[in-house]
């Protein structure tokens, strides 16, 4: 039994199934699409909160010292998948490098769990998305009825038609094409990344000398109140760490590595893309260099512009820019961090029903889903059904709850990746790799440990309910997935492989 739970696919294999005609993604996108699409999905709320947050909690100024130890601990996965995406360019990311290093089971269980987060991940950002636009329109005196406004902390029934509405719409474009997805996308991107710049070249120059004094605060200072608790600290670990000096570095990165989370969504569109060999590793490595530069940037530029005891937790660059006279900002970066959810969300769909329609082309999940549109060619059946069930999701449930499971789901998918390209290298030392991670297996050791001591870190009730989604996993992968996977149909003799 054993022997088949952990049967693998074989990579030429995957790229065979690539090319049925009725399973064929359209090859469209190029490096600066995968590129734009990173940074789309990268850059959110967090460049915009995140920093105050761990500024005021932990590092002070050397906050941007914090950004740049995450942004290396986040490299070193992102090595591990530009390794993968170039190998194996097929949809599903993490779940498709599993089946071919690790087996059938775990492949199963990563896919499960990448629904989970993908799926989760969308809604939050799309209620986040609703709140930046309803109090864009409240400042502009027009108030949504309560009944359809945001459910976070609601004790009435109601109904977020804005960010059921922004998922449905975005569920249409992913339907009609990635080239056009891709192209609203740039828009966006351009819009966002534009705004970032605003902030940091006119905030630079409202830089004092002095706020960078001390650089590396060695204690809480008095300026800091009793109370430092973030919402968004406490929406993803539970728990608000405040510890200052060299060690409050390496705190604040464990915090800030979560503004980081999203360059794995990549990874799920090699299988349109035109050159993945070449273009995924530009496109992974290259959207995390674009975003690490910015968020060291912005970290500089808001610590100077205001002492880093004095950073408001909720709003620091919006409230930073009221401190030094100049309300007008404020409305800006709320409009730029509206704006910017958009593609978030948009990418985090993408990459959910890329590895829903993997899993179903490979018999996991019913093969209904793995047919692509005679037109469009976008496997528009998983990406209308996840669309309509996260639309009612995000309407429905303040997901505050339930918003750490995105991050324990990631990194766990860090996880298996780096263990994958360890296992791969020994398996299949012969498979041509255009891309090869350096140091190996130092390199996947070290992603392991960083992802593993963040999950750690996380609180026991995220654990309760990963393990319990994963159990659900483990049911349905023994009721169906396993009797109807294409591979076992094909060892048994009942169907013959792509050629």
Excluded at 294 to 301: D, K, N, W
Excluded at 464 to 480: E, Q
């Amino acid at each position: 039994m054993s022997s088949t739970l952990f049967r693998t696919k074989k990579v030429e294999q995957s790229i065979l199934d690539t090319e049925e005609p009725e399973h064929a993604l359209k090859k469209s996108l190029s490096a600066l699409d995968l590129t734009v699409f990173g940074v789309g999905v990268i850059i959110g709320t967090g460049i915009f909160v995140l920093t105050g947050t761990v500024a005021k909690n932990n590092a002070g100024p050397a906050t941007a010292l914090a950004f740049v130890a995450a942004g290396v601990a986040c490299a070193l996965a992102a090595l591990c998948y530009a390794e993968f995406a170039s190998t194996v360019p097929v949809a599903g990311s993490a779940y498709t490098f599993s089946y071919a290093s690790l087996g059938e089971l775990p492949a199963w269980i990563i896919g499960w769990d990448l629904v989970l987060e993908f799926a989760l991940g969308t809604a939050v950002v799309a209620v986040g998305w609703s709140g930046y636009i309803q109090s864009l329109m409240d400042n502009a005196g027009w108030n949504m009825p309560t009944a359809l406004g945001s459910r976070e902390g609601a004790d009435t029934f109601g109904f977020d038609i804005l960010a059921a509405a922004l998922v449905l719409v975005l569920t249409c474009i992913l339907v009609i094409g990635m080239k056009l997805s891709a192209r609203i996308t740039s828009i966006v991107v351009a819009i966002k990344v534009t705004v970032v710049l605003v902030v940091i070249i006119a905030g630079a120059f409202l830089i004092k000398g002095d706020n960078y004094d001390p650089f590396i605060p060695k204690e809480q200072p008095v300026e800091a109140g009793a109370s430092l608790d973030s919402p968004l600290i406490q929406l993803m670990f539970g728990w608000a760490p405040s510890n200052f000096g060299v060690m409050g570095i390496f705190t604040a990165a464990s915090v800030v590595f979560f503004a980081f989370i999203g360059f794995d969504v990549v990874a799920t569109a090699a299988e349109e893309t035109k050159n993945p060999q070449r273009d995924m590793p530009r496109g992974i490595l290259g959207s995390l260099v674009i975003c690490t530069t910015l968020y060291v940037l912005v970290s500089i530029v808001v610590t100077g512009m205001q002492h880093y005891s004095k950073l408001s937790v909720d709003a620091p660059l919006a409230d930073a820019f009221k401190a030094t006279g100049h309300p007008w900002y404020a409305g800006f970066i709320s409009f730029g961090a509206a704006v910017g959810l958009t593609t978030v969300c948009m990418i985090l769909l993408l990459g959910q029903t890329r590895v829903f329609f993997a899993m179903s082309r490979d018999g996991l999940l019913p093969r209904f889903f793995s047919r692509v549109h005679p037109r469009f060619k976008t496997p528009h059946r998983p990406t209308i059904l996840l669309g309509v069930i996260i639309a009612v999701l995000a309407g429905f449930t303040p997901l505050t709850e339930l918003a750490a499971l995105v991050n324990i789901g990631t990194l766990f998918a860090f996880v298996v990746v780096a263990i994958g390209v360890i296992i791969l290298r020994k398996s299949r030392p012969d498979l041509p790799r255009s891309f090869r991670t350096p140091w190996v297996p130092v390199i996947p050791i070290l992603s392991v440990c960083a992802s593993l001591w963040l999950m750690i870190n996380l609180p026991a009730e995220t654990w309760v309910r990963f393990g319990i989604w994963m159990a659900a996993g483990f049911l349905v992968y023994f009721l169906y997935g396993r009797s109807h996977s294409r591979l076992a149909r094909r060892e048994a003799g009942e169907e013959q492989p792509s050629v």
